[in-house]
């Protein structure tokens, strides 16, 4: 069946350091690429997502783009901040709709001042 | 208004003690989900919805039934609740077709004691 692996956290960082979580899928067919956020205490929101190869998905300084040769969707930032501390889940869905996320383990970063 | 509401979000009951969990969804989307979060962040779907008619029932205890009235409601029951019932559980909906993404509520944070 579908699976996603991501980075096991947590990872630590300083502030303003780059960030990535690695993230790779197996899938069969096309899926759709998804990033979620979920801060302390609070439901799960999506950041970006691709939905086809060479895709790239951006929001609030995150990005990740659709690796279909690679099997992968990274997430990268540039300069982190403290309110970026929460845990991070990369997730897919073969179809959309009914057919639901398979989802990551979820990769917890702490930003440090 | 809030786009996934459900209620109670947070719920403190015995073992043994049956309870609901309601969703509601403002977006007119034709699919409602059920998922869980267990003490390690892990998320696992535990049923889909379309249009009221049950799509995925992934293994789960029968004590756990959902109960889909209308497509923009789907309630989860839990009868004889046990302590490994204790986790987040949140439900999400979702547009038809391939690649939309996946709203999620707020979560309800069940405690079994």
């Known amino acids: 069946g579908d699976s996603v692996t991501q980075m096991e956290g947590p990872v630590t960082l300083s502030e303003e350091a780059f960030l990535t979580i690695n993230c790779t899928y197996t899938?069969?067919?096309?899926?759709?690429l998804f990033w979620y956020v979920q801060y302390p205490g609070e439901g799960l929101q999506l950041l970006l997502k691709a939905t086809k190869a060479d895709d790239k998905g951006s929001n609030k300084g995150f990005e990740a783009t659709y690796r279909k040769e690679t099997t992968s969707f990274h997430l990268e930032k540039g300069s982190v901040q403290v309110s970026d501390s929460a845990v991070y889940f990369c997730a897919l869905t073969p179809g959309g709709g009914a057919d639901g996320l398979t989802f990551g383990k979820g990769t917890h970063l702490i930003i440090q001042p | 208004d809030t786009a996934v509401s459900q209620t109670p979000k947070y719920l403190v009951t015995q073992m043994g003690n049956d309870k609901s969990i309601k969703c509601e969804q403002n977006?007119?989307?034709?699919?409602m989900y059920w998922y869980k979060q267990d003490s390690k962040k892990f998320l696992k779907i535990m049923f889909s919805y379309n249009n009221k008619e049950l799509i995925i029932n992934e293994t789960v205890p029968n004590r756990f039934s959902p109960k889909s009235p209308d497509k923009a409601h789907l309630n989860l029951h839990i009868n004889s609740l046990e302590l490994g019932d204790s986790a987040v559980y949140f439900c999400?909906?979702?547009?038809?077709?391939?690649?939309?993404?996946?709203?999620f509520g707020e979560g309800s944070w069940l405690t079994v004691v």
């Open positions: 899938a069969t067919g096309y899926p759709s």
């Open positions: 977006l007119g989307h034709d699919t």
């Open positions: 999400a909906s979702a547009p038809r077709g391939s690649g939309n993404t996946i709203y």
